[in-house]
């Protein structure tokens, strides 16, 4: 299937740790981003890589590190996870912008629970 | 600052009842719009795109229109089903080479069989 894939999609965790969240696109995008969707369920961007660069960082703490292997995959690393990091994380990606045609495709969500 | 806003947060109608949903943007200088649903626990589903020059776009029973100059579009649903129900999240990608979309708080739709 062509898609965003995440994983994991549940992530149960104790305040402190450091985990990471991959993500992967088989879609042939150049583009690719992370957003955070809150216990209210507002989306907000944090991050967008373009053809492996870092593009955007949306005031997002450093704690949070993306990175981006290759085009095809952006993986979230999160060190020291606090509770307010407890939200839904979702990867996106999309094509070149070609007159306005940078549809954005987005995965299925990591939701994170930090305890 | 780009500010996107949906209403009404919440909606109920019957079975075949055609309907819309509105969302608002606050700086007119968007690259698209671009509508998606989400279903609960589940990611988003792109249902729509227009570009900033495109007035309407249209897929089955979605339509979708975009008034740039009065930062408005509304997406409208033709003979609503129960499948209907959903969250509909309307997003801009800004005009200022922006690599990100702002999101509204979104619509919950939920049609009564």
């Known amino acids: 299937d062509t898609a965003v894939s995440q994983t994991p999609k549940y992530l149960v965790t104790q305040m402190g740790n450091d985990k990471s969240i991959k993500c992967e696109q088989n879609?042939?995008?150049?583009?690719m981003y992370w957003y955070k969707q809150d216990s209210k369920k507002f989306l907000k961007i944090m991050f967008s890589?373009?053809?492996?660069?870092?593009?955007i960082n949306e005031t997002v703490p450093n704690r949070f590190s993306p990175k981006s292997p290759d085009k095809a995959h952006l993986n979230l690393h999160i060190n020291s996870l606090e509770l307010g990091d407890s939200a839904v994380y979702f990867c996106?990606?999309?094509?070149?912008?070609?007159?306005?045609?940078?549809?954005?495709?987005f995965g299925p969500g990591t939701r994170l629970t930090v305890l | 600052k780009q500010e996107v806003t949906q209403i009404p947060a919440a909606l109920s109608v019957p079975e075949g009842e055609n309907l819309v949903l509105n969302c608002s943007f606050t700086?007119?200088?968007?690259?698209?719009l671009q509508w998606f649903r989400q279903d609960p626990g589940k990611g988003l589903t792109s249902l729509l795109l227009?570009?900033?020059?495109?007035r309407e776009q249209t897929s089955g029973r979605l339509n979708a229109s975009l008034d740039k100059s009065s930062g408005r579009s509304t997406l409208y649903i033709a003979a609503s089903q129960p499948g209907d129900s959903a969250t509909y999240l309307c997003?801009?990608?800004?005009?200022?080479?922006?690599?990100?979309?702002?999101f509204g708080s979104g619509t919950r739709l939920l049609v009564r069989p």
């Open positions: 890589y373009n053809n492996k660069e870092l593009i």
């Open positions: 997003a801009v990608r800004p005009g200022d080479s922006s690599y990100k979309l702002i």
């Open positions: 996106a990606s999309s094509p070149p912008r070609t007159g306005g045609l940078d549809e954005q495709f």
């Open positions: 879609l042939g995008h150049d583009t």
């Open positions: 700086d007119s200088a968007i690259y698209n």
């Open positions: 227009i570009q900033s020059s495109q």
